[in-house]
């Protein structure tokens, strides 16, 4: 097992695929990406905050592949220059790192808006560096694109749809707000300084979690399942989407030859009142909650053409919640019976 802090590390093998960068390596989807990455042969250079936090990375040096493909680098996102060693000598960058929070429970800025913006940028300047660079994926959000007022129902939101600013400012929608800027900041930059950048649009991820620390997300899914209406009450409507199918569709858009611009990644859109409606019917013993309040939002969904013409299949929300069910009763956070 090694663990390096910010020194660069240089690959001579033939034998695996070459050197990408994952960017926020201890989170629930990066974990999952760095898990497929190495069973396809990648070497992979993952940034956490704290390499030396066990409860952090330890699941991530348990993976197939790590002991011998796998170095973390210490980089933090508000940390001018922090990703240059970790960056560069790398093919390809996958950013996912991004503060993923519904409020502050302080500063605005410091805790969402600059780390998500500034951060981002910050990553990309590194990638600037880098001569061998040759594509950065980017981790946006679906959200990025239906938080809108002027959304015709007929006709499914595709990847030319950009969620309003002041729509998001205006009801306080602050995660929405940092990843629109984000990736809005994003496509200039690396426009200006001819960077191949392809983002991935993910609906709202579900699945199993390999760090032990549930991200904010799969509590929220964790909440439903035992009961809990509060965070999806806000949700409304929603797509979902697998966790291995974000995976894999972030490796599809960084190995795809045609892969440009940006992939909306979501398998259905469903409102709480359908998904709990399945989930109640197929899972009996659980207390899913039985019905949610109508709240006036514009009905939309996904077309997913773009991502699904590239090759991508994706899981129905039943395969998607019988592995995250299967998960939570393993961990006995759910009852089993
Ligand atoms: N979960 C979803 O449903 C969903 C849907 C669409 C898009 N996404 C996007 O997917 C990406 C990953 O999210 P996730 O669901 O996997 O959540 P997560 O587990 O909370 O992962 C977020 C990662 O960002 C890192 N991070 C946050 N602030 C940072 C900073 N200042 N410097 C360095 N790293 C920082 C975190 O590091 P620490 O571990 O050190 O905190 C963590 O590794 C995000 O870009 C998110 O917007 C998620």
New binding site residues.
């Given amino acids: 097992m090694e663990i390096l802090e910010n020194k660069n590390v240089e690959v001579n093998s033939s034998k695996y695929k070459r050197k990408v960068c994952v ?9 999952w990406l760095i898990k497929r990455l190495l069973l396809s042969g990648y070497h992979v250079i993952g ?4 390499p030396g ?1 066990q409860n ?1 990375v330890g699941h991530l040096w348990r993976l197939q592949g790590a002991k011998e493909r796998l170095h973390l680098v210490k ?5 001018e220059g ?1 990703f240059d060693d970790a960056i560069m000598g790398c093919d390809g960058v996958f ?6 929070l519904g409020k502050p429970t302080y500063d605005l800025t410091a805790e969402i808006l600059k ?2 913006i500034d ?1 981002t940028l910050n990553v990309l300047r590194s990638c600037k560096k880098n001569p061998s660079l040759k594509r950065v994926v980017l ?5 990025t694109a239906r938080v809108r007022d002027d959304i015709d129902p007929n006709i499914p939101l595709d990847e030319s749809s950009w969620s309003s600013v002041e729509l998001c400012q205006k009801f306080e929608i602050w ?1 929405v707000l ?2 629109t800027l984000a990736e809005k900041a994003a496509w200039e930059f690396c426009g200006q300084n001819n960077i191949h950048l392809v983002t991935l ?6 699945g199993p979690s390999l ?1 032990p620390d549930l ?4 509590d929220d899914v964790l909440g439903l399942l035992k009961g809990k209406t509060d965070k999806f009450d806000w949700h409304g409507r929603m797509g979902y ?1 697998h966790i291995d199918d ?1 995976a894999l569709s972030h490796i599809l858009v960084y190995e795809h030859p045609d892969a440009h611009g940006r992939y909306l990644c979501s398998s259905k859109v469903l409102d709480n009142n359908q998904l709990v409606s399945i989930l109640s019917e197929r899972y009996p013993s659980l207390p899913i909650p039985k019905r949610f309040k109508k709240l006036d939002r514009p009905h939309y969904e996904f077309n997913t053409l773009k991502l699904e013409n590239l090759g991508m299949k994706f899981k129905s929300i039943e395969e998607m919640f019988d592995d995250c069910v299967a998960f939570f009763k393993d961990k006995g956070l759910i009852s089993s019976i």
């Fill in positions: 960017t926020g390596a201890s989170g629930f989807l990066a974990s940034t956490v905050r704290d936090n952090k980089a933090n996102l508000t940390d922090s950013h996912t790192a991004s503060p993923v780390p998500a951060g981790t946006s959000s679906s959200s995660y940092s990843k649009l993910p609906s709202f991820i579900i760090p991200c904010s997300t799969a989407v974000v």
